[in-house]
């Protein structure tokens, strides 16, 4: 099992800046990515960002440009740095872990959520 924990939402304004962390404990070694999601009231969850082992890197075209995604040195700890902030990326932001199944990557494993306000 991998547990996750999220940390760095809050309240920012327009066209601000903020960053999110998450650390994996438990049984890391079977991540092979990581990444951020998000869900708004009312709005199925979307993908923000992954980035794999390897370092490969997939951004939902909303957030291009103003989000990076990176991993820690000890590959347990992935960030999101967002810039440039809009009022529609107000919602809870939630990081995954992936294992890999039958050569797929599954995003089996989730964080508590925390929630990033973007007011106008």
């Known amino acids: 099992q991998v547990q996750l924990v999220e940390s760095g939402g809050g309240l920012v304004q327009a066209g601000g800046s903020l960053r999110l962390s998450c650390a994996a404990s438990?049984?890391?070694?079977?991540?092979?990515?990581m990444g951020w999601y998000r869900q708004a009231p009312g709005k199925q969850r979307e993908l923000v960002a992954t980035?794999?082992?390897?370092?490969?890197?997939n951004y939902a075209d909303s957030v291009k440009g103003r989000f990076t995604i990176s991993r820690g040195n000890a590959k347990n700890t992935v960030s999101l740095q967002m810039n440039s902030l809009k009022p529609e990326d107000t919602a809870v932001y939630y990081c995954a872990a992936a294992d890999i199944k039958a050569g797929t990557l599954h995003y089996d494993y989730w964080g508590q959520g925390t929630q990033v306000t973007v007011s106008s």
């Open positions: 438990g049984s890391i070694f079977s991540i092979n990515a």
């Open positions: 980035i794999t082992s390897g370092g490969l890197t």
